[in-house]
């Protein structure tokens, strides 16, 4: 798969994930009989009709054109027509703020109460030249890949060039490299950095297993252009995957989440409390959702449910109650008790750094 980039400039404030058309009405020659009064009507309004249109197309014919109705046309082309190819054509590169794609929808629905981050790009790495932010997405219809978007900032106030990610492969989560290249060997960044400015890199992974949270060490070497000459510089990093990368909070059916806790497939189960939390209980359900890729499928008053699955269709089912005085319980159940467990540490290392009673 390679590295595929989009150019961009620096993310802006922040995942959400049909249409229809109508038609005129049809006939109902299948409804109706051929010697139908309706159909005779509809006959006589058709020649009605088509003598309009002809007398009509006859008076066109003769009528001299306007030249003001003329003029008002060519304006009206002119300005959506752009006179010059460069006019519309977007420049390699870092593009310019007004041209900036949204990077930052959310994967997830939100809780309506609680607005979302700004961002959901997370540090990955930074020196006093480049400063390195990443954020992890799924693929539609893909059981064993995710993206890795990372953001290239220059902090410098000189040019960066030649810039090469290398990740180093473990047993569960490898990079996808382009055709031919050994597993040892980086990925090329193809553009250049001019100093204040920030690109978009996304690099591709194969995941076996989406249960446990990966750590994969990695490093970006690249070029600093001086006044005085060039020189090598290498940045070492750590790339975090939580396993809720792996989730999407939306559901295949309506049914789904009803189906799950009526039927025997949610045998995994865990739980726990936390004290003194100093979120309300609408933050609280927007951070869940947000950051570990959740959708609210119901809530009354202080108690909610969310549900989420991963890429390779485990279900997961939470239960957040708010309790007096300042406790959050959390109760969930899953088809896979590792996910379970590893998503569920997760969860409560977001709303709090106190101690909890898990069970």
Request: a positive charge; hydrophobic letters at 30%.
């Amino acid at each position: 798969l390679g590295v595929l980039v989009v150019t961009c400039g620096e993310p802006g404030p922040a995942c959400h994930r049909g249409h229809g058309t109508s038609g005129s009405p049809r006939c109902g020659r299948n409804k109706w009989g051929a010697g139908s009064p309706h159909i005779k009507e509809r006959a006589e309004r058709s020649q009605k009709h088509h003598s309009g249109e002809a007398s009509g197309k006859a008076a066109k014919k003769k009528k001299p054109k306007s030249s003001s109705s003329k003029g008002g046309t060519a304006t009206l082309l002119q300005q959506d027509m752009p006179k010059d190819k460069r006019e519309y054509e977007e420049t390699p590169g870092i593009t310019t703020p007004s041209k900036e794609p949204n990077f930052n929808t959310a994967q997830t629905p939100m809780t309506p109460s609680m607005p979302p981050p700004a961002s959901n790009y997370r540090p990955l790495a930074d020196d006093k030249n480049i400063k390195l932010t990443y954020e992890v997405r799924t693929l539609p219809m893909v059981r064993d890949q995710v993206v890795v978007s990372v953001i290239f900032t220059n902090q410098s106030a000189f040019q960066i060039k030649e810039m090469e990610l290398n990740i180093l492969d473990t047993l569960n989560t490898k990079m996808l490299r382009g055709v031919g290249a050994t597993p040892h060997e980086g990925a090329r960044v193809p553009f250049q950095l001019p100093t204040g400015t920030a690109n978009e890199g996304q690099f591709a992974f194969s995941v076996d297993s989406v249960s446990m949270s990966q750590r994969l060490r990695g490093t970006l070497t690249y070029m600093l252009v001086t006044e005085t000459g060039s020189t090598h510089e290498k940045l070492d990093f750590k790339l975090h995957l939580p396993v809720s990368s792996y989730l999407i909070g939306t559901m295949s059916k309506r049914d789904t989440f009803t189906e799950l806790l009526s039927g025997g497939e949610l045998t995994a189960k865990s739980n726990f409390t936390l004290d003194a939390v100093e979120y309300e209980f609408s933050h609280v359900l927007s951070k869940i959702c947000y950051h570990c890729h959740f959708t609210v499928v119901e809530q009354v008053g202080l108690s909610a449910s969310l549900y989420s699955r991963s890429i390779q269709d485990d279900h997961i089912c939470l239960l957040v109650k708010h309790m007096n005085p300042n406790r959050v319980l959390v109760d969930g159940k899953s088809t896979n008790s590792q996910l379970l467990s590893s998503l569920l540490d997760e969860v409560r290392a977001l709303l709090s750094n106190s101690s909890a009673t898990s069970t």
